[in-house]
C-alpha cells in the first residue's frame, strides 16, 4: 500500500488487490450500518478474485455485519451523533429534521468510495474537488472500527498500537500462541491503523493543493 500522493492533479494511492478487497468491503459494510443499499454486491469485492484466504480475510468483518441490526449500536450513535445529551426532547427533533439527509449524505459518499475501489488496477484516483469528501467518508469508516475495538481515550488507542507491535513481534518470532493475542482485535486494528495512515495522506494531498491554488 502506498498513501496519496499527487500526479497530475489527482490523488493517487496505490493498492493490492487484497487491499482494495477488504477496504470496499468495509466501506460497504458502513454502508449498510447507515441504511444503505449494498452498492450492487451480491458478492463482495474480491470474492471471485482468485485470492485463496478471502475467506479468512472476511472472517474478521463478521463481528461488523452481525451488529448491523442493533438499534442501539453505539457505532451509528458515532455517525449520528445526538445534538444535545442533557435535552432528549431537543436531540430527538433535531434528529427527526436532519437525520436522513445526513445518513444520504454519507451514504453516497460510501457508494462512490466503494465503486472508485472496484474499479480494476493498483491506483486509487481520487480528483482534487472530491478529496475531502471522500476524506469525510474515511472518517466514518474509522469512526465504525473504533467503536468496534473501544478506542474512547488516547490510552485506548496507546494500548490497541502496543497490542499490534506485541502480535506483530509474536508472529514473527512464531510466539503468538504463548500471549493470548486476538486476532481478530489485532486485525480490525491494523485496518484502523491504514485507514488513518490513507486518510491523513489524502489530507496532506487537500491541504497541498489548495496552498497551491492561493
Given at each position: 500500500?502506498?498513501?496519496?500522493?499527487?500526479?497530475?492533479?489527482?490523488?493517487?494511492?496505490?493498492?493490492?488487490?487484497?487491499?482494495?478487497?477488504?477496504?470496499?468491503?468495509?466501506?460497504?459494510?458502513?454502508?449498510?450500518?447507515?441504511?444503505?443499499?449494498?452498492?450492487?454486491?451480491?458478492?463482495?469485492?474480491?470474492?471471485?478474485?482468485?485470492?485463496?484466504?478471502?475467506?479468512?480475510?472476511?472472517?474478521?468483518?463478521?463481528?461488523?455485519?452481525?451488529?448491523?441490526?442493533?438499534?442501539?449500536?453505539?457505532?451509528?450513535?458515532?455517525?449520528?451523533?445526538?445534538?444535545?445529551?442533557?435535552?432528549?426532547?431537543?436531540?430527538?427533533?433535531?434528529?427527526?429534521?436532519?437525520?436522513?439527509?445526513?445518513?444520504?449524505?454519507?451514504?453516497?459518499?460510501?457508494?462512490?468510495?466503494?465503486?472508485?475501489?472496484?474499479?480494476?488496477?493498483?491506483?486509487?484516483?481520487?480528483?482534487?474537488?472530491?478529496?475531502?469528501?471522500?476524506?469525510?467518508?474515511?472518517?466514518?469508516?474509522?469512526?465504525?472500527?473504533?467503536?468496534?475495538?473501544?478506542?474512547?481515550?488516547?490510552?485506548?488507542?496507546?494500548?490497541?498500537h502496543g497490542e499490534i507491535d506485541l502480535a506483530t513481534?509474536?508472529?514473527?518470532?512464531?510466539?503468538d500462541d504463548d500471549l493470548g493475542i486476538d486476532p481478530?482485535?489485532?486485525?480490525?486494528?491494523?485496518?484502523?491503523?491504514?485507514?488513518?495512515?490513507?486518510?491523513?495522506?489524502?489530507?496532506?494531498?487537500?491541504?497541498?493543493?489548495?496552498?497551491?491554488?492561493?
Amino acid at each position: 500500500m502506498r498513501g496519496f500522493e499527487e500526479r497530475d492533479g489527482l490523488a493517487v494511492a496505490e493498492l493490492d488487490d487484497e487491499e482494495r478487497m477488504v477496504i470496499a468491503r468495509i466501506v460497504a459494510d458502513v454502508g449498510l450500518l447507515l441504511g444503505g443499499e449494498q452498492f450492487g454486491m451480491d458478492a463482495p469485492v474480491g470474492r471471485d478474485a482468485g485470492l485463496d484466504d478471502a475467506d479468512e480475510i472476511f472472517k474478521h468483518l463478521q463481528g461488523l455485519e452481525e451488529s448491523l441490526a442493533e438499534p442501539d449500536d453505539p457505532a451509528v450513535l458515532s455517525l449520528l451523533p445526538s445534538a444535545s445529551r442533557d435535552d432528549r426532547d431537543v436531540a430527538d427533533e433535531f434528529r427527526r429534521l436532519t437525520e436522513s439527509d445526513l445518513r444520504d449524505l454519507k451514504v453516497r459518499r460510501l457508494q462512490t468510495m466503494w465503486e472508485q475501489l472496484s474499479e480494476d488496477g493498483p491506483e486509487w484516483e481520487i480528483r482534487a474537488e472530491d478529496a475531502l469528501s471522500t476524506a469525510a467518508a474515511l472518517t466514518d469508516v474509522r469512526l465504525v472500527l473504533a467503536s468496534r475495538l473501544k478506542l474512547e481515550t488516547d490510552e485506548d488507542a496507546d494500548r490497541l498500537h502496543g497490542e499490534i507491535d506485541l502480535a506483530t513481534h509474536a508472529l514473527d518470532t512464531d510466539a503468538d500462541d504463548d500471549l493470548g493475542i486476538d486476532p481478530e482485535r489485532v486485525w480490525l486494528g491494523m485496518l484502523y491503523q491504514a485507514l488513518t495512515w490513507l486518510q491523513e495522506s489524502l489530507v496532506q494531498f487537500s491541504v497541498a493543493t489548495e496552498d497551491v491554488r492561493e
